[in-house]
């Protein structure tokens, strides 16, 4: 067998891959599941966060597979997937626990911060839309919501290029406080056209989470 071949037959038969794909598929499809489950989704409303997650696996995979194969995610493919499967799961086990916290002021900004830690700028901005989708149709949140978990999550993916330069480190932390304490108050104003004191309190705290 020549050296190509050889390449070619890793490519099919690489297990460790096909196991972390898997997993990140299950974990989509867990995370959707217990949303729907939480907020008593009926059977239709399902299937529609399941088409969604259709959507998402394969832009997902197919980004991957890509950045694998263009060797941009890593030289080494076992330890790439790993963390991306590692950097999903912490992903998906936020987004359960912060579907608690009131509606606009949810830290959805540290799924792309977690996910360019583990991949890329690209991955980091697909898993972040997709959380932040998920959250306000399972939450039943309005546009303006969506907008503004949207907004976060590009700045996220901006940021997080620069977030390991230790000269800018500091102004870094503050822009995220920032933007997570002003973003979520400015849509929420814009929906229902009044501020309440409690408000400043969930902005900071929304702040003071997401540079932790």
């Known amino acids: 067998e020549t050296e190509q071949e050889k390449e070619q037959l890793r490519e099919k038969v690489n297990l460790h891959r096909a196991v972390s794909l898997s997993a990140i598929c299950l974990i989509t499809i867990l995370v959707s599941g217990i949303l729907c489950y939480l907020y008593d989704f009926y059977i239709d409303e399902w299937l529609c966060i399941f088409f969604v997650d259709v959507i998402l696996l394969m832009l997902l995979i197919f980004e991957l597979e890509h950045e694998r194969k263009e060797k941009r995610l890593s030289f080494n493919r076992r330890t790439t997937f790993s963390?991306?499967?590692?950097?999903?799961?912490?992903?998906?086990?936020?987004?359960?626990?912060?579907?608690?916290?009131?509606?606009?002021?949810?830290?959805?900004?540290?799924?792309?911060?977690?996910?360019?830690?583990?991949?890329?700028?690209?991955?980091?901005?697909?898993?972040?839309?997709?959380?932040?989708?998920?959250?306000?149709?399972?939450l039943g949140g309005d546009y303006y919501e969506l907008i503004g978990y949207c907004l976060l999550t590009i700045i996220g993916a901006v940021i997080s290029k620069e977030i390991r330069n230790q000269r800018l480190k500091k102004w870094i932390?503050?822009?995220?406080?920032?933007?997570?304490?002003?973003?979520?108050?400015?849509?929420?104003y814009w929906a229902y056209k009044e501020m309440k004191n409690t408000l400043y309190f969930y902005g900071i705290l929304n702040g003071v989470l997401t540079v932790l």
């Open 83 to 138: 963390k991306v499967v590692f950097g999903y799961l912490a992903c998906g086990i936020i987004v359960v626990c912060i579907s608690f916290l009131p509606v606009y002021f949810k830290p959805v900004i540290v799924f792309p911060l977690i996910m360019y830690a583990v991949g890329n700028d690209m991955l980091a901005l697909i898993t972040g839309i997709y959380w932040d989708i998920i959250l306000s149709m399972a």
């Open 173 to 188: 932390y503050l822009l995220l406080f920032s933007v997570n304490f002003i973003i979520p108050g400015m849509f929420y």
